[in-house]
């Protein structure tokens, strides 16, 4: 038996500290307010990196890049300044609806090849952008470390609205036939981890849920302790 990580974004350093206290897997720099995405300051990610370095106490470190569309050259200025701070995981929105054709990916992938292999890069489609997960490969195939689903309007409802079961089951299962490390999150609640986590994702992923009024509001310990205790008890088959 085995049990998904708990992914935890986290909006200033007090709430990386919060985060860190309760042995969170992975503590993902985003800045809610400024979109699904948001991103750091350059100079804060560079904090928090130092500080995560000095009682880090397991737990992984990614950051977000911002909202941005699917331009190569934006995408890719937008990587390159993320991931010279030396931070782990850098995770980048992909704006991929099923009618944009693979040709339209490509050159953002191109661009995004060469960091790749230098940093480990998350891409994060969007649930509710209807994303063609059969270009999932193609992720594997630039040299990235991961994918993950994510919803980019936080009030069309969260990752199971918008994708079922057999849909959410399939992303996770072609990521992992390609190496790839999966997250699933996107407005995920209490009630939503026991039958995601029986999808076998690596993580899943909360912000909302752990805030008190919402993802904009401040992380809530209380919430951040429900939460992990629901993660850590979601036992899943291992494959």
């Not at 737990?59 to 701070?85: E, F, I, M, W, Y």
């Not at 999932?136 to 689903?149: E, I, N, T």
């Not at 008190?212 to 205790?229: H, I, S």
Request: with cysteine; proline share 6%; aromatic share 6%.
């Amino acid at each position: 038996m085995s049990t998904p990580g708990f992914l935890a974004s986290v909006a200033n350093l007090e709430e990386m500290e919060t985060a860190l206290a309760f042995g969170v897997d992975i503590v993902d720099l985003k800045n809610p307010a400024e979109g699904a995405l948001g991103a750091w300051p350059i100079a804060m990610i560079e904090l928090a990196l130092a500080r995560w370095r000095e009682h880090g106490n397991g737990s992984n470190l990614s950051a977000t890049v911002g909202d941005h569309p699917l331009d190569a050259a934006t995408l890719a200025q937008a990587a390159t300044r993320t991931a010279a701070t030396g931070v782990p995981l850098v995770k980048i929105g992909f704006a991929l609806p099923a009618q944009v054709a693979e040709a339209a990916l490509a050159p953002c992938l191109f661009a995004l090849a060469p960091i790749a292999r230098d940093a480990r890069l998350i891409a994060v489609l969007f649930a509710d952008q209807a994303p063609d997960t059969s270009l999932v490969p193609a992720f594997a195939a630039a040299g990235f470390a991961g994918v993950m689903l994510d919803t980019a309007d936080k009030t069309a409802g969260g990752l199971r609205h918008h994708l079922d079961p057999a849909a959410l089951a399939r992303f996770v299962d072609i990521a992992r036939a390609h190496g790839l490390m999966t997250g699933l999150a996107g407005a995920l609640k209490l009630a939503d981890v026991a039958p995601l986590a029986a999808l076998g994702p690596d993580y899943l992923g909360f912000r909302g849920a752990l805030c008190a009024e919402g993802r904009t509001g401040a992380l809530d310990p209380q919430r951040l302790a429900a939460v992990a205790g629901a993660v850590r008890g979601a036992h899943v088959v291992a494959v």
